[in-house]
């Protein structure tokens, strides 16, 4: 079946550094995967997705590239803000369905301290 | 231009009683999801509407749930004789089209206690 895994949080960062959030994920065929954010009492917001292999979604400094080969879309900024403090949702959407639906990772709660 | 507005944006309720929750989708928007984020189960799809087609039912958890799509626009989940494991967040979301790879856009989601 479809599925996708991302790493356990928190994620604690000071500002400025470096940020990788992992997401692997299994899927027939060629799924489209997104990267969504949830900021702190406000609703899900699309961040990036890329549609096929090898493509870079990117979007306010973050990107994530599709690789088919590892069946991974990390998710990287290279300096974060206290205004990144979110919880990052990892999401695809398969190939062919006649839904749509998105499958969403457990999420991951990014904590950036001045 | 608006965005997917959903109501009530809280709701408690006692364990037993029926709810609905409504969802005003983006307009022009044929596509039309329900999810469920709890903190059990993370984020998980319940319904999907695509225009005038049957919905795919598949994610709803049991027979107590239910969702109609009225004229194509506003929809209503509605939750019969609640348990205290329906708390949760129901998130409403939208689409233009009917594609793996369209823009889902969500609402800010009714927060839903079962006392």
């Known amino acids: 079946g479809n599925s996708v895994t991302q790493m356990e949080g928190p994620v604690t960062l000071s500002e400025e550094a470096f940020l990788t959030i992992n997401c692997t994920y299994t899927?027939?065929?060629?799924?489209?995967l997104f990267w969504y954010v949830q900021y702190p009492g406000e609703g899900l917001q699309l961040l990036l997705k890329?549609?096929?292999?090898?493509d870079k979604g990117s979007n306010k400094g973050f990107e994530a590239t599709y690789r088919k080969e590892t069946t991974s879309f990390h998710l990287e900024k290279g300096s974060v803000q206290v205004s990144d403090s979110a919880v990052y949702f990892c999401?695809?959407?398969?190939?062919?369905?006649?839904?749509?639906?998105?499958?969403f990772g457990t999420g991951t709660l990014l904590a950036v301290q001045p | 231009g608006a965005g997917v507005s959903q109501s009530p944006s809280n709701k408690v309720t006692e364990k037993g009683k029926d709810v609905e929750l409504r969802c005003d989708p983006i307009s022009g928007h044929t596509a039309l999801y329900w999810y469920r984020q709890s903190l059990g189960q993370g984020l998980e799809f319940l319904i999907y509407?695509?225009?005038?087609?049957?919905?795919?039912k598949s994610g709803l958890p049991s027979d107590r749930f239910s969702a109609e799509r009225t004229g194509g626009s506003v929809s209503t989940l509605t939750i019969q004789r609640t348990q205290q494991e329906d708390s949760a967040v129901y998130l409403c979301?939208?689409?233009?089209?009917?594609?793996?790879?369209?823009?889902?856009?969500f609402g800010p989601g009714t927060r839903l206690l079962v006392l």
């Open positions: 509407f695509q225009g005038n087609s049957a919905p795919d």
């Open positions: 999401a695809l959407s398969p190939y062919g369905g006649a839904t749509n639906k998105l499958i």
């Open positions: 890329a549609t096929k292999a090898d």
């Open positions: 899927a027939t065929g060629y799924p489209s």
């Open positions: 979301a939208s689409s233009s089209r009917q594609r793996p790879q369209e823009t889902q856009y």
